[in-house]
Each structure stands twice: as structure tokens, then as C-alpha cells.
């Protein structure tokens, strides 16, 4: 029984990563298109997406804004998120 519960949380903990994968490389490619001129490739769609979420998980509490769980809560936060970390690399670049 104890092995049924340990593998439970395995398969858990991996449906939670390739959840946070598939959002971040769609959170990252609708932040590509928003910020023309910014797109990474997947690989790099999926680590502005998922340091995106990480932003506005911080940012948008901070400022009262409550999206609500969910895929598609947490899909618009991290494109919300990641767009503005490419606004600050598209500011970083210039400068």
C-alpha cells in the first residue's frame, strides 16, 4: 500500500512539471507575439513563460489583481508575466 501512495505522488509530481512546461512555452509564444520581435524558440518560449509566472505570481497579488486557479487563470498570469519580462530585456537590449 505504502509503495501505491509513493508512486501516486511520483506520477503527480510529473504531471505538475509537464503541466508548468506546456503553459510556460504557450504563456512564452503569446508573449512572442504580443512583444513583436522577442520569440525564443520553444525552449526559450517555455523559460520566459515560466519565469513570467514566477513574476506575476509575485507582481500581481502585490498590486490586487486576482486572476483565479486554473489553467487558464494561470496561462493569462504567466503571459501577463512573461510579457513584461520581455519588455525588460527589450529595454536591457536597447540600453
Do not use: Y
Not at 526559450?44 to 490586487?64: D, E, K, R, Y
Not at 489553467?71 to 508575466?81: C, D, K, P, T, W
Request: proline residues 1%.
Amino acid at each position: 500500500m505504502e509503495g501505491e501512495g509513493a508512486a501516486a505522488a511520483g506520477l503527480a509530481v510529473i504531471w505538475v512539471i509537464i503541466i508548468a512546461l506546456v503553459i510556460g512555452a504557450i504563456a512564452g509564444w503569446l508573449a512572442g507575439l504580443i512583444v513583436e520581435g522577442m520569440g525564443f524558440g520553444l525552449v526559450g518560449n517555455i523559460i520566459v513563460g515560466i519565469i513570467g509566472a514566477i513574476i506575476a505570481s509575485f507582481l500581481l497579488p502585490a498590486i490586487g489583481v486576482h486572476l483565479g486557479g486554473g489553467f487558464i487563470g494561470s496561462l493569462i498570469s504567466a503571459v501577463i508575466g512573461a510579457v513584461i519580462l520581455l519588455l525588460i530585456i527589450g529595454i536591457i537590449k536597447r540600453a
